[in-house]
């Protein structure tokens, strides 16, 4: 059984920057689609940034040009880059992992139908 754990939340002012890491222990695929997504109070789960195996991402509109993802296949882990954060960007940022289907060639790879694996989730709170 695959389990993610995030981590880097917290705090930050309008303006600032935060990295999300999010680890996966058990066994995982090979060759896999590693994304993140966010919930903001009242609103439904959006994704945000998914990358493949080979680096190929997809960042969603509202925060292309800010948001960054990258990931170690040595260390099976993802990273979320945010920066020039907006207080509309508070929610809980959640992990997920799945197959690797066209991850990272469209919107596909920003719904959550297609991730089988979540982590808990971690929460960003964005300040004025």
């Known amino acids: 059984q695959v389990q993610l754990v995030e981590s880097g939340g917290g705090s930050v002012q309008a303006g600032g920057s935060l990295r999300l890491s999010c680890a996966p222990s058990?066994?995982?695929?090979?060759?896999?689609?590693m994304g993140w997504f966010r919930q903001a109070p009242g609103k439904e789960r959006e994704g945000v940034a998914s990358?493949?195996?080979?680096?190929?991402?997809t960042i969603a509109d509202s925060v292309k040009g800010r948001f960054t993802i990258s990931r170690d296949n040595a260390k099976k882990t993802s990273y979320l880059y945010m920066t020039n954060v907006r207080s509309e960007d508070t929610a809980i940022y959640y992990c997920?992992?799945?197959?690797?289907?066209?991850?990272?060639?469209?919107?596909?790879?920003?719904?959550?139908?297609?991730?089988?694996?979540w982590g808990q989730g971690t929460l960003v709170s964005v300040s004025p």
């Open positions: 058990g066994a995982t695929y090979s060759r896999n689609c």
């Open positions: 990358i493949d195996s080979d680096g190929r991402t």
């Open positions: 997920a992992m799945g197959p690797l289907g066209l991850c990272g060639l469209s919107d596909w790879s920003l719904s959550a139908d297609n991730f089988h694996y």
